[in-house]
């Protein structure tokens, strides 16, 4: 006759379930150890507080007339934001896409037609065209004009002459008010 203390033939004694429940007890702190001491290095590697603010900024153009333009400084690179004429929006979105070497309407650049917001970096090795400072448009396009390697960009920032590959690159921006714009 069998005794009544015995367990079926398989089933786990009263030791295995209590090794197996520390094992999982000691497993589960042992991970949460781990997870907790490891955050700091996780968090660390997030960007900093000043590196965040740099991200976007905002750009008052109450003060920027008709023809003129400015430059800000937008993630350590020079931006380019031109307050253009009737006569350069017209010339701009005159211009058949088939006379550009990186074909881009000039709608597709621009939120409102009168303001134009662009990198002022050459897409050829990364000079900073002329045409800015002066307010007076460079080149033969009535643009801007990279010195070091002869590029022609039109009033829209598009590439028309010359070795850059691409247009001026377009950063992303917003209206956040009539006459405020926030870059990045």
């Excluded at 786990?12 to 490891?38: C, W």
């Excluded at 050459?122 to 033969?140: A, M, S, V």
């Excluded at 022609?152 to 010359?162: L, P, V």
Aim: proline content about 8%; overall charge neutral; hydrophobic content about 35%.
């Amino acid at each position: 006759m069998a005794d009544a203390t015995s367990t079926a033939p398989g089933a786990p004694d009263e030791g295995e379930s209590r090794r197996d429940f520390l094992l999982i007890a000691t497993s589960t702190v042992g991970a949460t150890g781990a997870a907790l001491a490891a955050w700091p290095l996780i968090d660390q590697m997030n960007p900093s507080a000043d590196t965040l603010a740099l991200s976007s900024i905002e750009v008052d153009l109450s003060a920027v007339k008709e023809g003129q333009s400015i430059t800000v400084v937008w993630r350590k690179k020079p931006v380019f934001i031109r307050h253009r004429s009737k006569a350069e929006i017209e010339t701009a979105q005159a211009v058949k896409l088939e006379d550009l070497a990186d074909p881009e309407t000039d709608k597709d650049r621009v939120k409102k037609p009168e303001w134009l917001v662009m990198v002022g970096i050459c897409t050829h090795l990364g000079c900073i065209p002329l045409g800015q400072k002066d307010n007076q448009p460079k080149g033969e396009f009535g643009g801007w004009f990279c010195p070091c390697h002869g590029s022609h960009y039109d009033t829209s920032g598009r590439i028309r002459k010359g070795p850059a590959p691409k247009n001026l690159p377009v950063p992303p921006y917003n209206f956040v008010k009539n006459n405020i714009i926030k870059i990045g």
